[in-house]
Structures are given as C-alpha cells and as structure tokens.
C-alpha cells in the first residue's frame, strides 16, 4: 500500500481544508493508497507558526497592511536578506518536520502550505533524503514562497496561476493545471429540496447564502439583516462557521426577520448547505470559491484582502461568475438587484459551471501515484 503526507497549515483554513479534501478523495477513489495529514503549524516553535499562519487572521483585517506585506515578501523572497532570514528560521524548524517524515514514511508527499515545502526543500538542500514532494496552490496567484528548489511537480488552480509559476522560473512541463482540492462530496450535486427540508427552510424560495468562513469573520449580522431588508421576497441562509457569538448576532440583529433568516453554525457538509443557495456573499477564498463554482452557485464577492483574494476576485469577475462590489456598503444592493435579475442570475450559473473542477483532489493524486 502506498502512503501520502500531505502537510497544510493553519493560515485562512483553506490550506487545511484542501488538505483533507485530498485525503477524503484517496478514501474515496483511491482505496489502495493510505493519506495522513499534518498541520506544519504543529511541528514548528510559536514564533514561527505565528509568522506563517496565526497572524493571518489579524493581518486579515487591516487589508492595507496585508496588502504590505504581501508584496514586499514577494518581492525580497530571494533577496540576500531574505535568504538569510529563512535560514534563521530553517534551523529552528527542521527537526520537528525531518521526525514526522520519518515517522510516516512516505512514498510521496503533497504541500498545501508554503512553509512545509519550503522547509522539505530546505532539508534536501542539506542531503537529508526525502521522498518526492509537490506542492498543490489552493489560490490563484503564486507568491514567491511557494517556488521552491527540489520539487517533484505543482498543482494549479487556474491558467493565471500556471503562467505566474512560469515567470517564477518553473518548468511548464512540471506544473498541472488541475483546480482547487475540493471534497468528493462536491462531485455530486445534492438535491435542492431534500437539502432545503433538512434546513427547515422553502426549497421553492429565493435563497441568499452569507458566509464568514470557518471563523465566522466580518459583520454577518449586518450583512443578513442588509441583504433580508433589500430582497424581501428572498430567505437568508448564514453560515457563521465556529463562531457561536457571531452566530447569536445574526439572530439577535434578524429576529423579528424569523424564520425567513436561518442562522447556522459550522458544518462539515457545506455543499448541503450551498445546495439551497442561488447567490453566495463570501470572501473570495480559494477553497470557498472552488466550492461555490462547484455547486453553479454565482458570488458576490465582500471586499477583500489583497494579494490571493484578490486575484481570486478578479478570475471569477472576469469570467463572469462574480461581482465584485468595491465597498461593503454596496454588497447587499449588488446581491439583492441579482437575486431580483433571473436571466442575469441564469447566465452567472453557467459561467460558474464552465469554473468547475469538483475532480481536482482526485485528478492530483492520480498524477502523484503514477
């Protein structure tokens, strides 16, 4: 039996979950093949994990100074200065990485963090024999950290992410234009009725979906009520991940708006959920949008960070599957006048259809194991 590693880390959540959407899709098409997954986060010293993913979500909401960020690294990655501070970090960092590759010993490993393979490839760099490694992108944009020496091949979400990769000095040969790892489960697309029953709500009603991520992020309570008073004839379904105080908001801020909106909490069936939507109001995660084109479910996207977000913001806009309000404020008025539009509402559909990669995991794997 072969067996994969693949590493994630925390930043965002959408690295972990394209994680264990690669190992549900070996569960599910892959019987032979046995997949573990570690949070790089886990093996590395706090100060550290801090850097590479806690302070995502701080960072998240002051997007001028992600944006920053984002672009200096981007730019010093293989500066002097940076190579000397990630070899700072590297030997802080590899002993805890080097003992879980040789706990599992695998025959492969896949990367959907930058900090995992940048520390494998710092480990071949001094001869500790490794097996192969990919690294799978789960966004559409390729920052420098990702481009790293000693890489068997890379995963991409889009076209866009595959040329910046070639700029990046990577051999085209080795990159596979794939999609975003997105769970078995989106391959099949549930029922609306039997979904909407589950729910407790009107399948035969315009539905608006609201989420905040895993973590419940932004003002959901403001949105639902926004989006509930603009689109009256229309439900509104809100997603507020593990975020319980957040979730209590919405339905304080929406009560007298009951039972037409529905507040949840986190569910590890998303797709039963998106199954019940028509529009989808979100931040443009790469996980979260693969998910949505999966489903033909069109977005409006809530202003976003820089960087990954906003590159996939504009490749869902350009291929017209999104709209990308400039301001929060104008997000409930783009999202009820869509609702309110159905040939508009129909042509969206389409164009998230033509986006769909439900098979990416699956398609990965299937490159890995030969």
Aim: glycine share 8%.
């Amino acid at each position: 039996m072969k067996t994969i590693l693949v590493f994630s880390g925390a930043a965002g959540y959408g690295h972990v979950r394209a994680a264990q959407a690669l190992c549900a899709a070996a569960q599910r098409w892959f019987p032979e093949l046995h997949c573990s997954h570690i949070d790089t986060g886990t093996l590395v010293p706090g100060l550290l994990r801090w850097v590479a993913a806690d302070s995502y979500s701080p960072l998240a909401v002051m997007p001028w100074l992600f944006d920053s960020i984002y672009k200096l690294t981007d730019a010093t990655y293989n500066t002097r200065g940076g190579r000397v501070l990630r070899r700072w970090g590297h030997a802080r960092c590899l002993k805890g990485i080097a003992a879980a590759v040789a706990v599992h010993q695998p025959d492969a490993i896949i990367c959907t963090h930058y900090l995992a393979a940048e520390l494998l490839a710092a480990l071949h760099a001094r001869g500790t024999e490794c097996p192969p490694v990919w690294i799978h992108l789960t966004d559409c944009d390729a920052h420098a950290v990702w481009v790293q020496d000693h890489i068997a091949g890379y995963f991409a979400p889009s076209a866009c992410v595959v040329e910046r990769l070639v700029r990046h000095g990577v051999e085209r040969a080795r990159i596979h234009l794939n999609g975003t790892p997105i769970m078995p489960a989106f391959s099949m697309l549930p029922d609306r009725a039997v979904c909407a029953r589950e729910l407790g709500i009107d399948p035969a009603r315009p539905t608006m979906l609201v989420m905040g991520g895993a973590r419940g992020a932004g003002d959901l309570a403001g949105m639902a009520r926004s989006i509930a008073v603009r689109a009256p004839q229309a439900q509104v379904l809100v997603l507020a991940g593990r975020n319980e105080q957040a979730r209590q908001q919405v339905m304080h801020a929406c009560a007298e708006l009951m039972p037409r909106v529905v507040a949840l909490g986190y569910t590890e069936n998303v797709e039963r959920v998106m199954a019940c939507g028509d529009v989808l109001v979100s931040k443009a995660g790469g996980v979260t949008c693969a998910e949505s084109m999966a489903m033909g479910l069109p977005m409006v996207i809530v202003p976003h960070i820089a960087g990954h977000e906003l590159s996939n913001a504009l490749v869902l806009e350009a291929a017209g599957a999104a709209q990308r309000p400039h301001r929060v404020g104008d997000v409930p008025a783009a999202a009820a006048a869509l609702l309110a539009a159905p040939q508009q509402l129909q042509q969206m559909r389409a164009a998230a259809a033509r986006l769909a990669r439900p098979y990416a995991a699956r398609d990965a794997l299937a490159v890995v194991t030969g």
